[in-house]
DNA sequence: CCCTATAGGTAGTGTGGCTACATGTAGCAA
DNA sequence: TTGCTACATGTAGCCACACTACCTATAGGG
């Protein structure tokens, strides 16, 4: 896939892999990897940055534990991130429904 | 629709409106709007750089006409143009395949 | 001892759509 | 005749944000 398609797409992203469950970071990256069937492969400058920014904005909280001698910085959503999903997935439905209608040469 | 998620898809926009006709600028803006329900409504400062890119991709030709004494610059798919658009296609198909499968929580 | 996988992080770059602005014609209304 | 709106094209500069490149550190296997 294309290099910065993503863009604008990645918080809808990291909201999506975190809906009902605990993740840390490295295991974000490799969530996505698994549930996009390897076409997504984002390096740790994308997505540590984008975790701090929404925990930042109040969708994301965090704690640190320490797993077999390893730090880890776990993240969870808010509420207000799960209704910042809701939305995110809302504005997916239309980004997809505009473009595609276009692409496949509607109205 | 949030801005700049448009980014990386502009050009899939374009190519798709000239498929099979010729448009103009000021047209194509007035097309992607009328083919989104409104839901596109392009700035000028967006459309022409973007054309003048695709033109010098050589995706797209353009011509000068008059049309009641103004001036437009007509443009048209070539070849490459063709081809180039039905890439975008693909990988519009791929992306969305992708960034929908996370958002709903796939694999 | 080194290499890999695991784990987290920052600094700086570059792209590309955006805002804001500049230019000009045609036509209608006050 | 002045002004406004629609039509029509264009440039300069900004800024968000994902990216590249880099740094640190532990655990475990070869």
Not at 32 to 52: I, K, M, N, Q
């Amino acid at each position: 896939m294309k290099a910065d398609t993503l863009r604008g797409h990645l918080d809808a992203l990291l909201l999506a892999v975190l809906d009902g469950r605990k993740l840390h970071g490295y295991a974000i990256i490799e969530a996505l990897s698994l549930r996009s069937d390897g076409a997504l492969d984002l390096p740790t400058g994308t997505v540590y940055p984008a975790l701090r920014r929404l925990e930042r904005a109040g969708y994301l909280a965090s704690e640190w534990d320490v797993v077999s001698g390893r730090k880890r910085r776990t993240y969870r959503l808010t509420r207000a991130g799960q209704q910042a999903l809701a939305a995110e997935r809302a504005e997916w439905q239309e980004f997809t429904a505009v473009i595609g209608g276009v692409l496949q040469g509607g109205a």
